[in-house]
């Protein structure tokens, strides 16, 4: 680890500054909470077949993908306030917009500018990296990952309740009226009470970004932990984009019956990350909490296809649940304490970006073999993804990075920035 990650914060920040960064996080994943147990719904209202329901499912994940490493590494260096000010305004705009979208083609083009809008949880991640400790790290990303939960509480019962499919596209039109509205309200908190955690900072060297790839992927640790990320959110996603169309097939659920339980899921997961994220990880060790969490992910999905009505499906899932919420916070902390802080935002942004690939690559995936093998297959392919990703979070566990991120080698052939 680098000694420049391990230096605490230059200055202090204003006490409204971590309630209000929650707040980003929490309308990030209110809307996208919104969305995700109505898209199949919100798609088959302009009569598009399976194949654009994933697309359009997918599209978020294409502009997550772009979003993560250009805004962490834009935030290096400008500084993390107007990225996050930035960004929020722009979610604001696509949620208006895909209240009122015409057809699928706009739907999915509003999703993909949606998408790298949100896609600025590296910048998130980064200003609580700036101004924490290392060893508090781990804590504080619960924070954020527990308003991540939050918003996946709210945001499905919120689209349940207010949504209303028989009226076609216009029934899904309130609740994202109600998610623009609030992102308004976030940027007014961005711009009153955070102060920006990189005015102390001047970055001399800003590393080619395929330097920076090429570093990161061959780091022994860091490569793992992406393949962790990619692994294990392709097969969350994946399950996530078929779950309304299997339950439906199998239970002939509807809209308010898939949204509370996503509600049912995002509790325990946003207790658990409040809760236990932080002290599991302080008491075991980082990545051996996250290989926990991925072993208990692997389980519940290769057990859910064997459901046998709502106490089942909603037990596996909030049982899921709690796997995902002990281990991603220790991804970012892990990832954090192994670059330079100047250069944090690059490193956790091309992470996210690799979280963007897997939104993309698991709901066509789970597609695939929803539509062709059998409505339980998206499962059992799940439960199989993840198996490699516990090895690779317990390799972290038992290896140390044997090579320094702070100066990724030159690559003067490749394209400068």
């Known amino acids: 680890m680098s000694d420049a990650a391990a230096d605490p914060p230059e200055q202090p920040v204003s006490s409204g500054a971590l309630p209000t960064l929650l707040s980003v996080m929490f309308i990030n994943l209110l809307g996208f909470g919104i969305i995700v147990p109505l898209l199949p719904f919100y798609a088959k209202s302009f009569q598009a077949p399976a194949w654009q329901v994933a697309l359009i499912f997918s599209a978020?994940?294409?502009?997550?993908f772009f979003g993560e490493p250009f805004w962490g590494r834009l935030s290096d260096t400008v500084g993390r306030k107007p990225i996050l000010i930035s960004t929020v305004c722009g979610n604001c705009l696509c949620y208006f917009a895909l209240a009122f979208a015409p057809n699928i083609y706009v739907a999915f083009f509003?999703?993909?500018?949606?998408?790298?809008?949100?896609?600025?949880?590296?910048?998130i991640q980064g200003y609580i990296a700036d101004v924490t400790p290392p060893d508090e790290r781990t804590g504080k990303m619960s924070w954020l990952g527990a308003a991540y939960n939050v918003g996946f509480i709210v945001g499905p019962a919120l689209g349940g309740l207010l949504a209303n499919p028989a009226a076609g596209h216009a029934g899904f039109r309130v609740p994202l009226l109600i998610a623009s509205g609030l992102s308004a309200v976030c940027v007014v908190g961005l711009i009153t009470f955070l102060k920006e955690s990189r005015n102390h900072r001047k970055i001399g060297n800003r590393p080619n970004r395929w330097a920076v790839v090429h570093a990161a992927v061959t780091n022994p640790v860091i490569g793992r932990l992406m393949l962790v990320t990619l692994l294990a959110g392709c097969a969350f996603n994946g399950i996530e984009s078929v779950?309304?169309?299997?339950?439906?097939?199998?239970?002939?659920?509807?809209?308010?019956?898939?949204?509370?339980?996503?509600?049912v899921t995002g509790v325990v997961a946003a207790i658990c990350q409040i809760g236990i994220a932080g002290p599991a990880s302080k008491r075991f060790g980082e990545a051996r909490t996250l290989a926990f969490g991925m072993l208990l992910t692997t389980l519940c999905a290769s057990l859910q296809p064997f459901s046998t009505?709502?106490?089942?499906?909603?037990?596996?899932?909030?049982?899921?649940?709690?796997?995902?919420?002990?281990?991603?916070?220790?991804v970012?902390?892990?990832?954090?304490?192994?670059?330079?802080?100047?250069?944090?935002?690059q490193y956790l942004g091309l992470n996210n970006a690799v979280g963007g690939l897997a939104r993309l690559v698991g709901p066509q995936?789970?597609?695939i073999t929803f539509s062709n093998i059998d409505v339980d297959a998206p499962f059992f392919s799940a439960g199989l993804m993840v198996l490699p990703a516990i090895f690779f979070a317990w390799y972290a566990a038992t290896h140390k990075s044997r090579m320094a991120l702070s100066q990724p080698p030159a690559e003067p052939t490749l394209p400068e920035d």
């Open 60 to 64: 978020y994940a294409i502009g997550g």
């Open 110 to 123: 509003v999703r993909l500018l949606g998408g790298m809008a949100s896609g600025n949880g590296a910048v």
């Open 243 to 263: 779950f309304g169309l299997w339950t439906q097939a199998r239970f002939a659920w509807g809209p308010q019956q898939v949204g509370s339980a996503f509600a």
């Open 309 to 330: 009505g709502t106490v089942t499906i909603v037990t596996l899932l909030a049982i899921s649940a709690f796997g995902q919420s002990v281990a991603w916070p220790n």
């Open 332 to 345: 970012s902390a892990l990832l954090s304490r192994n670059v330079d802080i100047d250069h944090q935002g």
């Open 365 to 367: 995936i789970a597609a």
